[in-house]
């Protein structure tokens, strides 16, 4: 939903972004103990759930990246499937870090989302 709000492909990952950190924010830790749960229980058929949720959530990162080198927007020697996982990748870091700190700074901080945003943004802009 949150790539859906813009037709812009740079605005679709920066909305993502913002909506997931706010989904985990909401959620104080919930993924990481479903994540945890999940592996623990070593059910198969759950894990592939898991697996496929997570593959969705890459696919669509891959297919915005895709859309951005399409348009010019991005650089054309992009892996989309490593771009999005790098995506997935500083998202979870992030939360990580602010579970790990007892969730004492807000994952909404639009300064520390900026920042980590425009690291990635210059990774996969055209120059």
């Known amino acids: 939903q949150a790539a859906s709000a813009s037709d812009k492909p740079l605005e679709k990952l920066k909305n993502i972004l913002s909506a997931h950190l706010s989904y985990a924010s909401q959620r104080k830790g919930v993924s990481f103990i479903v994540i945890n749960e999940t592996l623990s229980l070593k059910d198969k058929s759950l894990q592939g759930k898991m697996l496929g949720a997570i593959h969705k959530y890459l696919n669509k990162i891959a297919e915005i990246l895709l859309e951005g080198q399409k348009s010019g927007l991005f650089r054309k020697n992009i892996n989309t499937t490593s771009g999005s996982i790098a995506f997935f ?32 943004k210059g990774g996969v802009i055209s120059r």
């Open 89 to 120: 990748g500083m998202v979870q870091s992030m939360v990580t870090v602010w579970a790990l700190s007892g969730f004492k700074h807000s994952l909404n901080n639009k300064n520390r989302m900026q920042g980590l945003f425009d690291i990635y």
